[in-house]
């Protein structure tokens, strides 16, 4: 897909400051969803939209939420609580349709809370649906408003409609039926009940880190966020994304937590016998003229050579991390 990007000041979701975080705990949710391998629903009956990633505050034609889909297409949302119909409703919206036409993102999202205007989560959702699918019959009074949007920046109204949807997120304080509904998942995952309210509160806690940082999510990192919070993972057999990864991560750890060395009886653990190691840059000039057998000597004499003061040396474990 295209690069798509607009010039735009990015404010993280984290200065809002009292009750729930809109912005946060739709990310949460999402990335619950993403840690069940389950929809979200968010683009229902156009997209199998299972995430396997999470961005927050991406400054693009969504800004607010990225997610790429289990299939590797690429959702952008704007989150917006307590939208009312103006500016800035159709520069989201024209902006998402935009991303579109440019191929940069597959779908757009306009996430809204329940206490948004009833002319978006209603009359404007509808018309989109039903414009998306060739009809521009009994169109609302702000769905013709999209029309003529969508007309004046010269953007296909079928092919935009069909990409985009307004999804209604009950996360705020005094309602919060979406965010139960997100925890009722981590019932899945937990290894008991009393775990489910931590685990969501790590994900939330998390999700604020991640608007404030910029940052980007998957499964290995939402583990490693619940893990160090100290929720404990249900042990029964679950093709659950975040169960497997880390009962391959746990066999990865203890299939190689000792080695054998020929000669000596007893098994060695990889933390405490191995030796330290440093990894020298080679000048590429010298070994271009080096034969075969002087390469040899160097290997079998390795612990008497030594390194030049300007050797650029790396910690063996980056390499192992990144290749």
């Known amino acids: 897909?295209?690069?798509?990007?607009?010039?735009?000041?990015?404010?993280?979701?984290?200065?809002?400051?009292?009750?729930?975080?809109?912005?946060?705990?739709?990310?949460?949710?999402?990335?619950?969803?993403?840690?069940?391998?389950?929809?979200?629903?968010?683009?229902?009956?156009?997209?199998d939209d299972i995430p396997v990633a999470v961005y927050?505050?991406?400054?693009?034609?969504?800004?607010?939420?990225?997610?790429?889909?289990?299939?590797?297409?690429?959702?952008?949302?704007?989150?917006?609580?307590?939208?009312?119909?103006?500016?800035?409703?159709w520069d989201s919206l024209i902006s998402l349709a935009k991303a579109i036409k440019a191929n940069a993102i597959a779908y757009g999202v306009f996430i809204v809370s329940p206490t948004s205007?009833?002319?978006?989560?209603?009359?404007?959702?509808?018309?989109?649906?039903?414009?998306?699918?060739?009809?521009?019959?009994?169109?609302s009074n702000i769905g013709k408003q999209l029309l003529e949007k969508l007309n004046e920046n010269d953007l296909p109204i079928r092919d935009i409609c069909?990409?985009?949807?307004?999804?209604?997120?009950?996360?705020?304080?005094?309602?919060?039926?979406?965010?139960?509904?997100?925890?009722?998942?981590?019932?899945?995952?937990?290894?008991?009940q009393d775990q489910v309210i931590a685990a969501w509160n790590s994900i939330y806690n998390d999700s604020l880190y991640l608007i404030e940082h910029r940052g980007r999510r998957d499964v290995s990192s939402v583990l490693r966020a619940l893990g160090s919070d100290g929720v404990k993972l249900v042990k029964k057999n679950s093709a659950t994304p975040i169960l497997l990864l880390k009962k391959l991560?746990?066999?990865?750890?203890?299939?190689?937590?000792?080695?054998?060395?020929?000669?000596?009886?007893?098994?060695?653990?990889?933390?405490?016998?191995?030796?330290?190691?440093?990894?020298?840059?080679?000048d590429e000039v010298r070994i271009k003229y080096e034969s075969i057998a002087e390469a040899l000597?160097?290997?079998?004499?390795?612990?008497?050579?030594?390194?030049?003061?300007?050797?650029?040396?790396?910690?063996?474990e980056t390499l192992a991390r990144c290749v």
């Open 249 to 282: 991560t746990n066999w990865t750890y203890f299939a190689h937590a000792y080695f054998s060395i020929f000669g000596i009886n007893k098994k060695l653990r990889v933390d405490e016998a191995s030796i330290t190691l440093r990894a020298v840059l080679q």
């Open 1 to 47: 897909m295209k690069e798509f990007s607009k010039k735009k000041r990015v404010a993280g979701g984290a200065a809002t400051g009292g009750g729930i975080n809109f912005q946060a705990a739709v990310s949460a949710i999402a990335c619950v969803y993403m840690v069940r391998g389950i929809k979200s629903s968010w683009l229902e009956k156009i997209a």
């Open 297 to 316: 000597k160097k290997y079998q004499t390795w612990d008497t050579l030594s390194v030049d003061s300007d050797a650029l040396i790396v910690n063996p």
């Open 162 to 192: 069909k990409n985009i949807r307004i999804k209604t997120i009950n996360a705020i304080t005094g309602n919060q039926a979406d965010i139960i509904a997100a925890k009722s998942e981590l019932n899945f995952i937990c290894s008991d």
């Open 117 to 139: 205007s009833k002319t978006i989560t209603g009359q404007l959702a509808i018309d989109i649906i039903r414009l998306g699918d060739g009809r521009s019959d009994n169109i």
């Open 56 to 89: 927050a505050e991406t400054g693009s034609a969504g800004d607010d939420i990225r997610l790429i889909l289990k299939s590797g297409k690429i959702v952008e949302a704007q989150v917006k609580k307590g939208l009312r119909s103006g500016t800035r409703l």
